[in-house]
């Protein structure tokens, strides 16, 4: 209890004004604003949105079949165009961005956990448990993603629950060397020892003390490797292994409209630009942390500001 | 270091065989591979007999026994779709995604270390914004999008390329240029922020001191021990590159491995799979040794470990 009311003090006083000053350095990058704004938005379409459209993305309208974007004849709902039904692309965007964006996050959470979870068992134990786990590991990772996933998915039969656990599984290897590597070294630091050396059993040295250090290193590449999830769901999605229709992701989105390339192109267009500009807004964002995070660069975001005065 | 490649290379030959495996095992749940060779009014009978025909119907260990005996004669068993040796096929098909991602790697390769180190020279100069956005863009988009908006831009409204297809050099360009996009975009970026670190380092300082131009220090002095961690990401890039060979040559209508697979995944040709993934997995085998032999030539830290 004594090292924890030491600690408080100072982890008040980081956490006041902590989001207030990083929030004030982004603000000074304006492509990491921009990013940022995007993603709100986004975040925010993806869920409120559904509610506000209401039957939008099913009802056909026959006046408006292969409308060409930015007409505002049918109303605002169909500024980005129409599909070959006539159905309004802004609201499937909007449902696609929820669709996208909640299964990127179900896979890169799935990931976490077990990817987590299996390396601090590797890490903890070294036993032939945790040799059999690394084994795994380099079998997943000697492979292409992608194919891997495709191989999976079509033996479990494609539906959202599996497409979730294939993604995740491609990506539980970073999280579980990590964790791993992490692991492996926190446990040889003093405290530990301590706590060893005062009788503390091995659950409370895994959940106390070893894995409150993995869990922020865990979260910082759970947020980076979001972008990467995005676009493998989209591949996959694409491809025709991933979401099955009636339900759509951005990536279907794409794969329905290439049939009509020819003569509505917004259908394929629209879709893949919110999927590059999401995954870019999150590289950028991810990009400038990195720059923020690492003491040696951080004097870069300072010195834009100095510049400016 | 040879102690060092050959222990890495056990493990991944551990790990090629566990994956073969599993790819025997999770191809067999797929189904029934009967129901979609023979014509849809075929009678149980007709089903037993094919099955029976392609041992299909043996508990699954029998036909794992068998496929590990055939693979030791270098059986790999027959393409049920093409009704051809299914490695015949998939050897066809292998060079034709080989020299696709040989040329992109290579090119993505040049033109990130040449755009990287000129960046990392002037950090937060214009070059260098401009180096790192496109990267970035590079390495997040999609790129069976950028796939179709280019064929939309440069075949279907300017008629300038083919859409899809081999030939001419000209069907050469796009799929190169789609499958360069996301390893010149990450090779960028590790160029420049390894560049950028060595280029601060007290010995570059000497450099500088003693009057070397500064082209013979960014490209001789920095670029090769900047070069270690490009060369791990470029390694693990290769590998992907296959990911991205799959949704080029499905969209270019390219005659290789990923297509291939593809295919045979879709259609329940359980050899056909099994032979694509085994060329595949020893492709990548192979690229790794090579990956820890050039790791090993540029860093005498490894070059002269024992085991």
């Known amino acids: 209890m004594s090292t924890l009311s030491l600690q408080t003090p100072d982890a008040e006083k980081r956490t006041a004004s902590g989001p207030a000053r990083i929030f004030r350095l982004l603000l000074r990058d304006p492509l990491a604003t921009l990013a940022f704004a995007f993603l709100v938005v986004v975040v925010v379409c993806a869920v409120a949105g559904p509610f506000l459209i209401g039957d939008l993305i099913e009802k056909p309208n026959f006046r408006a079949r292969n409308m060409p974007p930015f007409s505002l004849e049918q109303g605002f709902a169909y500024i980005l165009g129409a599909d070959t039904l006539g159905r309004s692309l802004l609201a499937r965007l909007v449902v696609g961005a929820r669709n996208t964006l909640g299964i990127a996050t179900a896979a890169v959470l799935c990931s976490l956990v077990i990817g987590g979870t299996l390396g601090l068992i590797a890490g903890y134990s070294r036993g032939a448990l945790g040799n059999l786990i690394m084994r795994a590991t380099d079998i997943v990772m000697s492979f292409p993603s992608l194919l891997l996933a495709l191989v999976v998915l079509f033996s479990l039969g494609p539906s959202v629950p599996n497409l979730v656990l294939v993604l995740a599984i491609t990506r539980i290897p970073i999280y579980l060397r990590t964790t791993r590597a992490e692991v492996l070294e926190v446990r040889e630091r003093m405290f530990v020892n301590a706590a060893v050396a005062l009788g503390a059993s091995h659950s409370r040295l895994i959940f106390r003390h070893i894995a409150p250090m993995v869990i922020p290193t865990l979260l910082t590449i759970g947020a980076i490797d979001f972008a990467t999830v995005v676009l493998a769901e989209s591949s996959l999605s694409f491809l025709g292994l991933g979401i099955q229709s009636p339900q759509f992701t951005w990536g279907s989105m794409v794969a329905t409209g290439r049939g009509y390339l020819a003569n509505a192109w917004w259908v394929a267009f629209w879709p893949g630009l919110m999927i590059l500009l999401t995954t870019l807004s999150l590289n950028i964002l991810s990009n400038w942390w990195r720059t923020y995070s690492d003491p040696q660069q951080r004097w870069r975001l300072e010195l834009a500001r100095r510049h400016r005065k | ?307």
Do not use: C
Not at chain 2, 266 to 281: G, H, M, P
């Open chain 2, 1 to 307: 270091m040879f102690g060092y490649v050959f222990k890495r290379s056990l493990q991944s030959l551990v790990a090629v065989a566990g994956l073969l495996v599993l790819v025997f095992f999770l191809s067999r749940l797929t189904g029934d591979p009967a129901y979609l060779y023979l014509p849809l009014d075929s009678t149980e009978a007709q089903r037993q007999a094919f099955n029976e025909l392609h041992g299909f119907d043996d508990p699954l260990y029998i036909q794992f026994g068998r496929y590990l005996a055939d693979l030791l004669h270098f059986d790999f068993g027959t393409a049920l779709s093409r009704n051809r040796p299914a490695m015949e096929v998939a050897l066809e098909a292998f060079p034709e995604t080989l020299k696709l991602a040989a040329i992109a790697m290579t090119l993505s390769l040049v033109l990130a270390i040449v755009v990287g180190a000129l960046a990392a020279t002037k950090p937060g100069g214009i070059f260098d914004r401009l180096a790192t956005t496109i990267s970035l863009a590079g390495a997040s988009a999609p790129d069976f999008w950028v796939a179709i908006v280019a064929i939309l831009f440069f075949s279907v409204s300017l008629g300038l390329l083919p859409t899809s297809g081999t030939g001419t050099p000209l069907h050469w360009i796009m799929p190169i240029g789609v499958l360069m996009l996301r390893p010149f975009g990450l090779l960028t970026q590790v160029v420049r922020g390894s560049m950028m670190g060595v280029l601060t380092s007290p010995y570059i300082k000497t450099a500088q001191a003693k009057g070397v131009r500064r082209t013979k220090i960014v490209f001789v002095h920095a670029l090769r021990n900047a070069l270690l961690p490009v060369i791990t990401v470029a390694g693990d890039l290769a590998a992907s590159l296959i990911n991205g060979a799959v949704v080029v040559e499905t969209i270019f209508g390219w005659p290789g491995i990923g297509k291939l697979m593809i295919d045979a995944i879709v259609r329940r040709d359980f050899a056909l799979v099994q032979a694509t993934v085994l060329i595949t997995a020893i492709a990548i085998f192979f690229l790794n040794i090579v990956i820890d032999l050039v790791y090993a030539a540029l860093d005498p830290r490894i070059r002269h470990q024992t085991a």
